[in-house]
């Protein structure tokens, strides 16, 4: 009770800290984002530091290439998602009304089961309702813009944020992480680095790896619908390999999406659908044999009903931000427990056995 009596300075400080990041969230977005980013990339200025280069001209490298590859991404993808999207508007009442004329029957006939069809009335009403609300928030937005160019530009000068505090934060990294050691108290230092590189480690697996992943099995399944023919590739693509964060969900939201797009583009035909079918079992034998081993391997250490489970509680706790940051803070507790579990393995207390009283 005392030495926690004597360390409320550092309880203060916790408390302190705990405070202004609740009081400043509003502000920390470019922060956080840019810090992310400057992790991803610390690895990349460090190898071309290490073939010599200066920290200023390795982190200005990696920055512009950054950069520009984002920026190609949104000219070259957005104005195709955008046509897409658009087709997939005007093309949703048809298909609501194909599934209930032709793909629930077909279902029914070659399964022999019986499925209710699809409330046309109710969907109509709830896409009307949705389309209403989305108008009129959208001229609420328009009419709050008008009327406060400031947010705007508060708004617009914090995504700016984004790329300014990358840079520095890759200009510094390696100092600020020295800093932040020197820190921690000299008697726990070596367990906290020990602690700090295992998670280190679990972390680049996840987020450098599964993002890796991710984006690889995007790019193969939006590319290999669009060879097929699927007029929705690149959104079903796409959906699928960020819906891969989660075992096999990609694939499963994936090929049931391009399925029924075939289905309803060409009619009651297998020969399209048996090329989409193609695509995605490529993709799971490059994501099973290729990726996963050796951009992933099996440092996270979570069985996939762990994924699973990691990714619902982090959505049921904290929406979709608690889904995002589930699998990194899930994987950095299994490093933790794993050494609880050695070390409750080596106490006294685990090892004691029963003495068996000595016999004359």
Not at 49 to 66: D, E, G, M, P
Not at 89 to 112: A, D, Q, Y
Not at 176 to 204: A, D, G, M
Not at 300 to 321: C, K
């Amino acid at each position: 009770m005392t030495n926690l009596i004597n360390r409320w300075p550092l309880w203060l400080g916790c408390a302190v800290v705990f405070w202004l990041i609740y009081a400043l969230q509003a502000i920390l977005m470019p922060f956080f984002a840019g810090a992310l980013l400057a992790y991803l990339c610390n690895p990349l200025v460090n190898r071309l530091t290490q073939w010599r280069f200066k920290r200023v001209t390795a982190v200005t490298t990696v920055f512009s290439v950054l950069f520009l590859s984002i920026s190609a991404v949104f000219v070259l993808l957005i104005p195709v998602l955008w046509r897409q999207f658009i087709y997939l508007e005007s093309r949703l009442p048809l298909l609501l009304r194909w599934v209930n004329r032709k793909g629930i029957p077909w279902l029914e006939k070659t399964f022999r089961v019986d499925i209710d069809r699809l409330d046309m009335d109710l969907i109509t009403s709830w896409l009307t309702s949705y389309w209403q609300e989305a108008g009129t928030a959208a001229g609420h937005v328009m009419t709050k813009v008008m009327q406060s160019s400031l947010d705007i530009i508060s708004l617009v000068g914090l995504i700016s944020l984004v790329p300014v505090v990358t840079f520095y934060l890759l200009l510094d990294w390696d100092k600020l992480i020295n800093n932040i050691k020197e820190l921690v108290p000299r008697h726990i230092e070596p367990k906290f680095s020990q602690l700090t590189i295992e998670c280190n480690e679990v972390l680049s697996a996840f987020l450098r790896g599964q993002l890796i992943v991710m984006l690889l099995l995007g790019i193969i399944y939006a590319v290999g619908l669009q060879i097929a023919g699927v007029k929705l590739g690149i959104i079903i693509g796409l959906l699928a390999g960020l819906a891969s964060i989660i075992p096999y969900f990609g694939f499963i939201v994936g090929i049931i999406s391009a399925t029924v797009a075939t289905l309803f583009q060409n009619g009651m035909t297998f020969d399209p659908i048996i090329n989409v079918w193609i695509v995605f079992a490529i993709g799971q034998i490059l994501e099973g044999w290729v990726l996963q081993p050796y951009l992933i391997g099996d440092k996270i250490g979570l069985p996939p009903v762990g994924v699973i489970f990691a990714v619902m509680a982090g959505g049921q706790l904290f929406g979709f931000v608690g889904m995002l940051l589930a699998l990194p803070v899930a994987a950095i507790i299994m490093v933790l427990l794993h050494h609880a579990h050695n070390k409750y393995r080596q106490s006294e207390f685990y090892q004691r056995t029963e003495s068996t009283p000595s016999s004359d």
